[in-house]
């Protein structure tokens, strides 16, 4: 026997009925979205490895580590190989959009969404995959749009922070932070590499390389013992220029005024290479050690360094998976209601005689359409079933049984019964549509 096949390490299958809760939520980012006047971007899932190297940066583990990327054949000799790479966001993806479709030249802010699967090669664990879905959204255009000002970036926020609340989930904590502009991050960066001669080698080995090859990765370092001394080390802030700095000043002050909670974290740099200025995640404690809900920031650099006009922007994205694995482990507190359809239809004829069974089915079927067309939810049962599997099949899908015998079948008289009162009601056909439509009399 040959072995069986099974999904790869780090994907997964997702099936009803969770799959509605990933509805749930996309419906209501798109509802959400649609008001603050974003429109979708749909961009491929693969592009040209460069992209990613210039946009999200050589040196993030992203690009050094995580990215699955092949070498694509030439299929004719006009062609040439190409190194392509499945996306592992997206933010480099609309911008390439953005410039590849000039955008910028309509002069208008371009205010752009996105839901769809990104992949890394990441160790899997609970709320990492290696495919995993993003809610995103970009905001981007020329400066004369007003790209850079820091109402967009309290406006994101203020939406983010609306849309977790539409979706239910409470107890989230936005942390937020600015890396300032490219010089000041380097200016930091030297600040950081002098005050950690002294003290790398008291820390881990990790801390130890990045001290010397890339000191603003030691502010990301989860060892225990490491902390009180990345704690004590100089923080961003101090290294940030009079312009970041008011910019910063101005954002956290459209913040109070929208009654957006926040949490300054210096420590806040974010693992790629394209952020400027405002930097920001929303946690959530039930999502254990990855316990980043979305993560976003400002971009004013990034259409430059993969060719294009200046064209500053902001942006996040939200894993979906964390989501539902949130909104999960809330509803475990408070079960929701279990989504029941309308009505079950359950035709019902003599087993032994298969011409009547024949009959009634398609009678089954043809009431079915009926009340589907009329916009109600319908599950269709078997005339071969009994009476007692059908009723039982019934209490599990439906909030009613429609019975369809050979009697109702020449009488045009149905008999429905109401699971949650336990009445049994005579309804004529033609008045079936509305009555199963009617609320639940208990
Ligand atoms: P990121 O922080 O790399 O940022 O990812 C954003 C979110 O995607 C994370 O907070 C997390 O919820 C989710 N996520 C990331 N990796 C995984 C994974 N392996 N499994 C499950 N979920 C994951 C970005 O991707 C930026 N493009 C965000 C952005 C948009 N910045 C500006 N605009």
């Known amino acids: 026997m040959s072995s069986t096949l099974k999904a790869v390490r780090g994907t997964r299958d997702l099936l009803p009925p969770e799959t509605a809760l990933w509805n749930r939520i996309e ?3 798109r509802s959400v979205f649609a008001r603050y006047n974003l429109g979708e971007i749909r961009t491929p899932v693969f592009e040209d490895t460069a992209l990613f190297a210039r946009g999200v940066g050589q040196e993030t583990d992203i690009v050094s580590k995580e990215m699955y990327t092949w070498e694509d054949r030439a299929r004719a000799q006009s062609e040439k190989p190409q190194s392509l790479t499945l996306r592992p966001e997206n933010t480099a993806g609309v911008v390439r959009a953005y410039i590849e479709h000039k955008l910028g030249e ?15 090669r990441e160790r899997p664990q609970k709320g990492r995959y290696r495919q995993f879905s993003q809610i995103g959204a970009e905001v981007i255009g020329p400066p004369t749009a007003g790209s850079e000002s820091p109402l967009r970036d309290a406006e994101v926020l203020e939406m983010l922070a609306t849309l977790l609340d539409e979706l239910g989930i409470t107890g ?3 942390e937020i932070n600015s890396v300032g502009s490219a010089a000041d991050r380097a200016r930091y960066n030297d600040v950081l590499r002098e005050a950690l001669v002294p003290i790398a080698p008291k820390m881990c080995i990790d801390c130890q390389r990045r001290a010397v090859t890339n ?10 013992e490491d902390q009180p001394l990345i704690d004590a080390l100089p923080k961003i ?10 910019h910063f000043a101005s954002v956290l002050a459209a913040l109070d005024a929208a009654s957006v909670p926040y949490t300054r974290n210096h420590r806040l740099v974010r693992g790629l290479d394209y952020y400027t200025r405002t930097t920001f995640e929303f946690t959530h404690g039930g999502l254990g050690a990855q316990n980043a809900l979305l993560g976003g920031g400002r971009y004013d650099g990034l259409s430059e360094a993969i060719g294009g006009p200046k064209a500053p922007g902001i942006g996040f994205a939200m894993g979906e998976d964390r989501l539902v694995l949130t909104i999960q482990a ?20 003599d087993t032994k005689d298969e011409a009547a069974l024949t009959r009634i089915n398609a009678a089954a079927l043809a009431l079915a359409r009926e009340l589907r067309r009329a916009g109600l939810s319908i599950e269709l049962g078997d005339g071969s079933f009994r009476l007692k599997k059908s009723f039982e099949n019934a209490d599990k899908v439906a909030r009613r049984i429609v ?19 336990g009445t049994q009601t005579k309804v004529p056909r033609a008045e079936l549509a509305a009555h199963l439509a009617q609320p639940l009399s208990a």
Request: proline share 8%; with cysteine; hydrophobic share 40%.
């Open 27 to 29: 419906a209501t980012a």
């Open 106 to 120: 309509t002069g208008q802010l371009q205010k752009l969404y996105y839901i769809g699967p990104q992949f890394r």
């Open 172 to 174: 989230w904590t936005l």
């Open 215 to 224: 000191p603003l990765r030691v502010l990301d370092c989860k060892v225990p």
């Open 237 to 246: 802030v101090d290294s940030l220029d009079d312009a970041s700095k008011a």
């Open 330 to 349: 809330q509803e475990k507190l408070a079960p929701p209601q279990v989504a029941q359809v309308d009505a079950y239809i359950a035709p019902l004829g």
């Open 403 to 421: 019975i369809l015998g050979e009697d109702e079948l020449q009488s045009g008289i149905l008999t429905v019964k109401d699971f949650a009162s």
